[in-house]
């Protein structure tokens, strides 16, 4: 597509039910990101995924945090058991296969509330 | 452990103004840098991206310079105008396998009419 897709836009959860938050990169963009940014807080790097492989899954903050990427294309992020911390803004981006020197391109994000 | 600072973290000023932003990161090994900006609650709009071979990109009334061997970068906005007003976000991209954004912790600019 045009641009980094992320759906849904808006999530508000029970705490303890699982969520998925899915991002649809841009076309031919191998890398993709995921980045939290909470609220009065900056941006978090969670996990980076090179095709459907994750290199670097150190910034998951908990155990009850996965992703997923299939076909080198479309990442799923799932919290499962949501805690009222986990409440954020939950960033996708793509870039170009590494080392990328055309930077990077964010999706509009997912609004999670845990209630 | 990169660090990357934002001086200030909130600025406002009457429209027309010239502004600069300045962003400094601890480990000069960087491979590019980037400038965002970020409406409230939306996600992040890319502006400028310098390579680290750079020392400066320009775009409309944006321009930002680095200068790698000090740490620094800095983000002029000529002439502002109230659809400035946003947080700002640069970026250092690192310098290893891992290709990840340290980001600065933004500037929240106000740009009043």
């Known amino acids: 597509g045009a641009g980094v897709s992320q759906s849904p836009s808006n999530k508000v959860t029970e705490k303890g039910k699982d969520v998925e938050l899915r991002c649809d990169p841009i076309?031919?963009?191998?890398?993709l990101y995921w980045y939290r940014q909470s609220l009065g807080q900056g941006l978090e790097f969670l996990i980076y995924f090179q095709g459907n492989s994750a290199p670097d899954k150190s910034g998951l903050p908990s155990d009850r945090f996965s992703a997923e990427r299939t076909g080198g294309s479309v990442s799923t992020l799932t919290i499962q058991r949501t805690q009222q911390e986990d409440s954020a803004v939950y960033l996708c981006?793509?870039?170009?296969?590494?080392?990328?020197?055309?930077?990077?391109?964010f999706g509009s994000g997912t609004r999670l509330t845990v209630v | 452990k990169q660090e990357v600072t934002q001086i200030p973290a909130a600025l406002s000023v009457p429209e027309g103004e010239n502004l600069v932003l300045n962003c400094s990161f601890t480990d000069s090994a960087i491979y590019n840098l980037q400038w965002f900006r970020q409406d409230p609650g939306k996600g992040l709009t890319s502006l400028l991206l310098?390579?680290?071979?750079?020392r400066e990109q320009t775009s409309g009334r944006l321009n930002a310079s680095l200068d790698k061997s000090s740490g620094r970068s800095t983000l002029y906005i000529a002439a502002s105008q109230p659809g400035d007003s946003a947080t700002y976000l640069c970026a250092v991209d690192r310098n290893n396998a891992g290709n990840m954004l340290t980001f600065g912790g933004g500037t929240r600019l106000m740009v009043k009419p």
């Open positions: 981006a793509s870039s170009l296969a590494l080392p990328t020197g055309a930077g990077y391109t």
């Open positions: 076309s031919g963009h191998t890398a």
């Open positions: 310098i390579q680290s071979s750079q």
